[in-house]
């Protein structure tokens, strides 16, 4: 079966430090990726996401993520975070002509000011 | 964001009664989900539908009913509302026209006593 890893489940961070998020999916085929946001008692917002192309896509709030298709990875970068970035991240994975989706565990990010 | 609302947002209830959310999407989405999220699981699927009477199970359907006779709404049904099924349910559309990603509703927190 499908599975998406998220092997950090609790970040700390200071403001203006970088972060880098992992996220692995295993399936051979091709995929749809996905990072969501859910601030602390929102809803989960889409961050960024990669479809085909190239392989560096940037989302919103200066977020970017880079899928490496022989790691079987698409792991989230910011250079420098804010406060405001606390949040938890998802990272998601849908195989390439379906519209199920499967989900990391969630990474916790606290930022601190 | 898509225009998702959820009802109740809100809920107690006592184990062994039948409890029904409901989701409701003004985009006309094809596809709509429900997930619940516990703390160290993410989001898991429950049941999906990819049209009007059109349903699937998901990864943790087990207790769990859904339908949707209409286009804009999809209700989930807990048929025995048990202490395991309390947490936070989530609604989900998609995709976008052109797109493959999924929008998501606020959120119901069950909390089954």
């Known amino acids: 079966a499908q599975s998406v890893s998220q092997h950090n489940h609790h970040v700390i961070l200071s403001e203006a430090a970088s972060l880098e998020l992992g996220c692995n999916y295993s399936?051979?085929?091709?995929?749809?990726l996905f990072w969501y946001v859910q601030y602390p008692g929102q809803h989960l917002q889409l961050l960024l996401k990669y479809f085909s192309g190239d392989p560096l896509v940037k989302g919103i709030k200066g977020f970017e993520a880079e899928f490496i298709k022989s790691k079987f990875s698409f792991n989230l970068r910011k250079p420098s975070v804010q406060w405001s970035d606390t949040a938890e991240y998802f990272c998601?994975?849908?195989?390439?002509?379906?519209?199920?989706?499967?989900f990391g565990t969630g990474t916790r990010l606290k930022v601190l000011a | 964001d898509a225009g998702i609302t959820q009802s109740p947002r809100h809920k107690v209830t006592e184990t062994g009664t039948p409890v029904t959310l409901r989701c409701h999407q003004t985009?006309?989405?094809?596809?709509m989900y429900w997930y619940r999220q516990d703390p160290g699981h993410g989001l898991r699927l429950i049941h999906y539908?990819?049209?009007?009477?059109?349903?699937d199970k998901g990864e943790v359907s087990d207790g769990y009913s859904v339908s949707r006779s209409k286009t804009e709404d999809f209700l989930l049904t807990l048929e025995s509302a048990t202490s395991s099924q309390t947490s936070v349910y989530f609604c989900a559309t998609g995709p976008p026209q052109g797109s493959y990603e999924q929008y998501f509703g606020p959120g119901t927190r069950l909390t089954v006593t």
């Open positions: 399936y051979g085929g091709t995929v749809n």
């Open positions: 539908s990819y049209g009007v009477k059109d349903t």
């Open positions: 998601a994975v849908s195989i390439s002509g379906t519209y199920k989706y499967i």
């Open positions: 985009e006309n989405h094809r596809y």
